[in-house]
C-alpha cells in the first residue's frame, strides 16, 4: 500500500445534530471529524479496528491541541490531512488539518497517542513490524513543511492561530 503525504480522508459531511445554538458546528465535533478522519490513516501502519480485535492492542489519545481557524456549518464538506510528525516505542504524535472542500483551513490539531494493551490496560511498545511502518510513513511526511501550529502551548503570547 503506497504511503500518502499528507494522508488525506475521505469526505466528511457536518452533520445536523453537530450544530450548536450558534448556528456552526459545536467545538467537540471538530475533535470528532479529526478523529473519523485521521483513523482512515491506520490501516497504512498496521493499526485500528481490525488490529484492536485480533491483537488486543490500541492507541488512546494522551494529549490534544486543537487550533480553531474557521468556523464550519451544517453541510459543510471537509477531508482530514494528516500525518506522522513523530514517534518512539510507546508514542506518536499525528498533525491533522480539516480542509474545506473550497481549501481553507477549518481547523488544526496536534495529538499525541499512546500504545495499548487492552488486557492492563497500560502503555507497551509497538510491535517491530508497526515500528517499521511508522519510520517509513515518518520519512514520507518528512519532506512536507512544518506546521505552523505544531508544538505550540497556550498562551495569550501566541499570535499565529
Not at 492492542?57 to 490531512?81: F, N, P, Q, S, W
Not at 481549501?103 to 488486557?119: P, Q
Amino acid at each position: 500500500m503506497p504511503l500518502p503525504a499528507p494522508h488525506i480522508s475521505s469526505l466528511i459531511e457536518v452533520r445536523p445534530d453537530w450544530v450548536d445554538y450558534n448556528g456552526h458546528i459545536n467545538m467537540a465535533y471538530y475533535a470528532v471529524i479529526m478523529d473519523q478522519g485521521g483513523d482512515e490513516i491506520y490501516p497504512h501502519i498496521g493499526l485500528g479496528e481490525t488490529y484492536a480485535k485480533t491483537a488486543r492492542h490500541t492507541t488512546y489519545t494522551a494529549e490534544v491541541h486543537i487550533c480553531y481557524k474557521r468556523e464550519l456549518k451544517l453541510g459543510d464538506r471537509v477531508r482530514v490531512h494528516t500525518r506522522l510528525l513523530d514517534f518512539d516505542a510507546k508514542r506518536m504524535v499525528l498533525f491533522h488539518e480539516i480542509h474545506h472542500e473550497n481549501g481553507w483551513i477549518a481547523a488544526t490539531a496536534e495529538e499525541l497517542l499512546l500504545h495499548i494493551d487492552m488486557s492492563g490496560p497500560c502503555v507497551v511498545p509497538f510491535p517491530p513490524e508497526i515500528s517499521v511502518k511508522l519510520s517509513a510513513l515518518k520519512d514520507s511526511h518528512s519532506h512536507l513543511p512544518s506546521p505552523a501550529q505544531a508544538g505550540r502551548s497556550i498562551s495569550l503570547k501566541n499570535k499565529a492561530a
